[in-house]
């Protein structure tokens, strides 16, 4: 099987000088982290005097120091320094999902020539480090299916399943949150004669704020405090209407809310915005806030379901899916992304148990 990787590059200045390249990057992230040039040399794979002398050249091509070293006290980075690392953070976070969809639709079109006998499961879902992962997990295998994932907002994977442009879709619904509310917004796409649900996770969203929480912001109302800047997901987003139903459930006007327009099409994007100084606040899932060590409050518990047509079950293609989601590997990888929990995952089992509402829905 032929697996496609795509990344993002970045030059600076005149490409000619040869700042290009993912090692600058590497190197602020560890010294982020560890405080030491020295700890930071294994994790980079380079010596001291390379990490050093790297760090030369790219401060005198940028005009300024981007990290300082202090005898005795270790590394910091300069405040240029920090702003670079979040610019890099925030072109991945925006770009890492359309570049994963692309490589998606590059493996299918290059293994088509192959005859390997993997069938191919399209999957239009909702952002999720879960399922990147288990994609991950099914693709490197010998055997199974193939996942050909496409990141898309939960309104529109739904649409795609309806319109056949997909065999299988992921959104995710807020527990806390009465069901007729989530049902207005999904109702259109949910078939219950036809379709299947399957339990996948469940995760946390929460507040991504700041680190040490600047601003002071404890719950959903304390987005309209004055000063307080926000970065919102795009519409049609399963997290956007997650907000949508808390901020008319606690009574706030979204046009009081500075930065209610300021878009992001994932988590971690919300989050190394976050991260960069550019808001102070934005809705995620816990997982990122953590990876871009930032505060995080709880707001909601998310049930994450794969949804299908009814005659897909039984193809060997789906049945593998499910024994992926419900095997060991899996469940262990989970159990290192805080917030998640997997222990129903692979559960099938009828829309009108999560939606009863659906009982009177003639589709």
């Known amino acids: 099987m032929i697996q496609v990787k795509l990344d993002c590059q970045w030059s ?11 090692q600058i990057f590497s190197l602020l992230e560890a010294i982020h982290r560890t405080g030491s040039l020295n700890k930071a040399a294994p ?10 002398n790297l760090i030369g050249k790219w401060s005198e091509l940028l005009g300024q120091p981007v990290a300082v070293l202090e005898r005795g006290r270790g590394a910091r980075l300069t405040s240029f320094g ?17 570049l994963e969809n692309l490589a998606s639709e590059l493996e299918l079109e290059l293994n088509d020539t192959l005859v390997d ?36 907002g939960s309104l529109d994977c739904l649409a795609s399943l309806a319109r056949s442009q997909c065999d299988v879709a992921g959104f995710h619904i807020p527990e806390s949150i009465g069901s007729k509310n989530v049902l207005l917004r999904y109702r259109k796409w949910l078939k219950p004669r036809s379709q ?18 600047p601003k002071k912001i ?46 992001e099409f994932t988590h971690a994007a919300v989050a190394a915005t976050v991260a960069s100084g550019k808001a102070d606040a934005g809705v995620g899932i816990e997982a990122v806030a953590r990876q871009f060590e930032l505060d995080f409050v709880p707001i ?16 060997p293609a789906f049945k593998g899916l499910i024994s992926a989601i419900q095997s060991s590997e899996f469940k262990n990888m989970i159990s290192g992304l805080p917030g998640y929990d997997a222990a129903h995952a692979g559960e099938i089992t009828p829309l009108t148990k999560v939606f009863p509402r659906l009982k009177t829905d003639p589709s």
């Open 117 to 152: 006998g993997r069938p191919v499961l399209r999957v239009h879902a909702s952002h999720d480090l879960a399922l990147a992962e288990l994609r991950e997990m099914l693709n490197q295998r010998v055997n199974g299916p193939r996942i050909e994932l496409q990141f898309r």
């Open 196 to 213: 299947k649900l399957v339990e996948f996770v469940t995760r946390q969203q929460g507040l991504i704020l700041a680190t040490g929480n």
């Open 43 to 52: 994790i980079i794979g380079l010596s001291y005097r390379h990490l050093w």
């Open 82 to 98: 920090e702003k670079l690392l979040w610019a890099d953070q925030k072109v991945r976070a925006r770009l890492g999902p359309q």
């Open 12 to 22: 600076i200045g005149n490409a000619s000088e040869g700042a290009t390249g993912q």
């Open 218 to 263: 404890y719950a959903i109302s304390d987005l309209a405090k004055q000063g307080v800047r926000f970065v919102n997901r795009q519409q049609g987003s399963g997290t956007r209407l997650l907000l949508d139903m808390l901020l008319d459930e606690a009574g706030v006007e979204k046009n009081k809310i500075q930065g209610i327009h300021h878009e």
């Open 300 to 315: 909601a518990s998310e049930r994450y379901f794969l949804i299908t047509r009814q005659n897909r079950i039984h193809l």
